[in-house]
């Protein structure tokens, strides 16, 4: 960050930077906790996940209202102008990282008392896994403004999207074979798309992190592997 001759200027903005961090923090904890509480069946683990979105929100507010007073008390210019314009972003994102969070956690009641098949049920697993590692590192990017770090992980989407595909596949099959599964195949899939957008999210702080850095923006055309809108039910499933 660069230092400016007015200390307080310096405070305000690494004040805003610090918030980030901490909502990045939380915003972690909250997703892996709801996929927890998912795969476990941990109501209590899952109420407590929805009971912290109040405080993303809150930090949300809070860094909202920090970057438009430092803005308008020192009307920052170039660079400046990109940190705090980023960091209002970024604190965006990461409150709608905190609210798929929360839509996880809130369907794990509605799963409770219906059989997971195993196989779908480590596949949101591994993609939770793919989508937190992204988070970090994106955080880690952040922290650094690595633009060169932050066009990797823009590029690592495309594995999220393509899992997402093939869970998607998958409990399409097993809602045909048996309309007993519809109801817990159904928010296992909300919960599946939440994760995915988790990783879209990370893919905008990255993008966000590039502009920071370098003052341009990337390529409007994103890498994607999500082809479930031309996924169709499977004719002929096991069940059928």
């Known amino acids: 960050m660069v230092q400016h001759i007015v200390t307080s200027y310096d405070e305000e903005l690494k004040f805003i930077l610090r918030r ?33 979105d109040v405080l993303l929100d809150a930090a949300q507010r809070e860094i909202d209202e920090h970057a438009i007073m430092t803005i308008g008390k020192r009307q920052p210019m170039a660079h400046d102008l990109r940190e705090i314009v980023g960091a209002i972003r970024i604190s965006n994102d990461l409150e709608r990282i905190g609210d798929l969070g929360k839509n996880i956690a809130k369907r794990v009641l509605a799963v409770h008392d219906h059989a997971q098949p195993v196989q779908l049920v480590r596949g949101i697993e591994h993609m939770s896994e793919l ?25 690592g989407d495309q594995e999220i999207d393509a899992l997402y595909t093939s869970i998607f596949r998958e409990l399409l099959t097993y809602m045909m074979e048996d309309p007993r599964n519809i109801t817990a195949c ?55």
Request: hydrophobic share 40%.
């Open 20 to 52: 980030i961090s901490e909502m990045g923090g939380q915003a972690e904890r909250m997703v892996e906790q709801a996929v927890s509480a998912l795969i476990r069946s941990d109501a209590g683990l899952a109420q407590s996940v929805v009971a912290d």
């Open 131 to 155: 989508a937190l590692g992204q988070l970090k590192e994106v955080l880690d990017a952040y922290a650094t403004r690595d633009h060169l770090r932050a066009e990797a992980i823009r590029r």
């Open 186 to 240: 159904t928010h296992l899939l909300f919960s599946a798309k939440n994760i995915e957008r988790i990783g879209d999210h990370a893919t905008n702080i990255a993008e966000t992190i590039f502009y920071v850095k370098t003052g341009s923006q990337m390529e409007i055309e994103r890498p994607k592997g999500d082809s479930t809108p031309t996924l169709v039910a499977p004719v002929g499933a096991r069940g059928a």
